[in-house]
């Protein structure tokens, strides 16, 4: 996205969804030099302790695209699989410089730049995807806390099962651990029988059940590529578009369909069958030229650079963090939208973010006891408090992402979580402290402290899901330490609900800016005033803008939102 449209997008609140996963794929070669030893293996039921990170250069490109694990460039970064356009019909590519055009079991062609390709599917059959219903997911630290749980659905007559996704590595004496352990309902079922079982345990339990899919078989078939004279070949599911001159030096290859037709990309295209034996666009580009277009699509250009700077090493960490644990029904590691971070590849990229880019290349955060990844999550505006991990996300507290108050002149932490309650809430949402994030005149400023007006009928109509009837009426039941809701009571003619879940809860009422709000009585409805934009945990964006601008390094604006973890360099 240009810079000029980055500041609708930033702090693009990262919500951590369950996602799929299919069987992980293992390649066996190791590059030299790269990994190092880890300590032994955990306990049962761990796969292999250590993984080997894909061999990239001499790899099929089906093995780089499903087998959703750590791989090298040529460059001797992490090469990442990202979707660029995805569910198409067919997929119209036009090179702005050389490229080799590889169709996997045919010909290898070299075309000059302005060249038009269009690749159509042929004979395609979809995946065969297992699902399931999700009862529980935990990272593989946290996974004795899966007892308990295992234990009441099993109380309940439902058979379960565990399977792990993610992985292990080790880096320049750093451990990435993506690792997470999930609870399943047992039993092969399809689609539509799973969802039904899911809603049922979800009306049963109060809480919300996902839907776990496992790739059993991949889609398969065959590609037609041709040119503006003509049929240039088939491929056996898999077509590479690779620039000729070294990566990062040319303009990138447009890519022509999709919701964002015209945006170009570096890196090394692969168009490929997905899930459902549809077109998609993947770009397999190093970590640092991902960032090129990454980091201003959710900072501003404009911004001082000590923030961009801080910005990229949370940006690099939160992707290494996600891999192995996203999208694992495609055939790509993350996506380009906010769900994973938003990426617009050629056309965002600006000198000033790519200068950031270097500067921090290779930096990534770690918590200094454990040398394990900090997943470098971040939100636009804080409203003044961060909050913790595990009140937004399920799994256990983490040193480095607690939150706590984020102003000016080192003032006072409200005492004993104080903001949990109401009244302490009020206060701080009335007469602000001088946050960091507040800065009249900026984009972010309209969000720092909010209200929202909802009508009783409209109120009704975005609960009338929940069953509740008429007449809803709310009340925040539980809030974490930054006096975010993270438990929301629902009540009508009809009954009451508790709604768990900060995401869930913002959702529900409309797609609040956050869930740090009180509810007051309005003519007609309710009104809703609160502070913040995004879930809070991590980096504050406009924080760290404020911090920039009144002197801060990025290493110190990391360590005020990542406490007890540093910057390291890795490669």
């Known amino acids: 996205m240009a810079a000029g449209l980055a500041l609708a997008v ?88 050389p490229v080799r055009v590889r169709l996997r079991g045919g010909p290898e062609l070299e075309l000059p730049a302005g060249a038009r390709l269009v690749v159509r599917a042929r004979d395609a059959t979809p995946a065969r995807i297992a699902h399931a219903p999700l009862l529980a997911e935990v990272a593989w630290a946290d996974r004795g806390a899966l007892d308990e749980v295992r234990r009441a659905w099993e109380g309940r007559g439902i058979r379960v099962r565990t399977r792990m996704i993610g992985d292990v590595y080790g880096i320049a004496g750093k451990v990435i651990d993506t690792r997470r352990l999930r609870l399943l309902a047992a039993g092969d079922r399809g689609e539509a029988e799973a969802a039904a079982l899911a809603g049922e345990l979800a009306r049963r339990t109060g809480d919300p059940v996902a839907l776990d899919a496992e790739v059993v078989a991949r889609p398969a078939g065959r590609l037609r590529v041709e040119g503006e004279e003509g049929a240039l070949g088939d491929a056996d599911e898999v077509v590479e578009i690779e620039p000729l001159a070294p990566a990062g030096g040319g ?196 969000r720092f402290r909010w209200e929202r007006r909802l009508g009783q009928a409209e109120l009704d109509r975005l609960v009338a899901g929940l069953g509740v009837g008429a007449g809803a009426r709310l009340e925040v039941v539980e809030r974490g330490i930054s006096g975010r809701a993270i438990q929301l009571r629902v009540a009508g003619a009809g009954g009451a609900v508790v709604i768990p879940g900060e995401l869930r809860i913002r959702r529900l009422l409309g797609n609040l800016p956050s869930s740090m709000f009180v509810v007051d009585p309005a003519p007609g409805g309710v009104l809703l005033r609160g502070g913040g934009w995004g879930h809070g945990v991590g980096m504050c964006q406009w924080g760290a803008v404020g911090r920039a601008g009144a002197g801060q390094g990025y290493r110190e604006i990391l360590r005020a939102y990542f406490s007890g973890a540093e910057v390291a360099r890795i490669y």
């Open 10 to 97: 930033l702090g693009s609140a990262r919500a951590i969804e369950p996602p799929a996963a299919p069987a992980p794929v293992r390649p066996a070669s190791l590059p030299p030099g790269i990994l190092d030893h880890l300590p032994p293996p955990l306990p049962p039921p761990a796969p292999p302790p250590l993984s080997a990170p894909a061999a990239t250069a001499a790899a099929d490109p089906l093995e780089l695209l499903w087998g959703h694990r750590l791989a090298f460039g040529p460059g001797g970064q992490p090469l990442i699989t990202i979707l660029v356009a995805g569910g198409l019909e067919e997929a119209s590519l036009r090179p702005l410089e």
């Open 251 to 446: 303009d990138g290859i447009a890519v022509e369909a999709g919701e964002r037709p015209g945006r170009r990309y570096r890196g090394r295209l692969l168009v490929t069958l997905d899930a459902a034996g549809r077109i998609a666009v993947v770009d397999a580009i190093e970590l640092e030229e991902l960032l090129r277009g990454l980091v201003p699509s959710e900072m501003p250009a404009g911004s001082p650079m000590e923030a961009l700077e801080a910005q990229a090493v949370t940006a690099r960490s939160n992707v290494l963090a996600q891999l192995g644990t996203r999208h694992l029904d495609g055939p790509y590691l993350l996506c380009s939208e906010v769900h994973c971070q938003a990426y617009a590849g050629v056309g965002a990229e600006t000198a000033r973010t790519d200068r950031a880019v270097r500067r921090t290349a290779g930096e990534a955060l770690f918590g200094r006891a454990d040398r394990t990844l900090v997943d470098g999550v971040y939100s636009a505006t804080c409203g003044g408090h961060g909050e913790s991990n595990d009140a937004v996300w399920p799994g256990r507290p983490d040193p480095s992402l607690r939150g706590h108050l984020d102003v000016r002149g080192g003032a006072a932490e409200p005492p004993d979580g104080a903001l949990r309650g109401e009244r302490a809430l009020r206060a701080f949402l009335v007469d602000p402290p001088d946050a960091w994030c507040r800065r009249p005149g900026s984009p972010g400023a309209n």
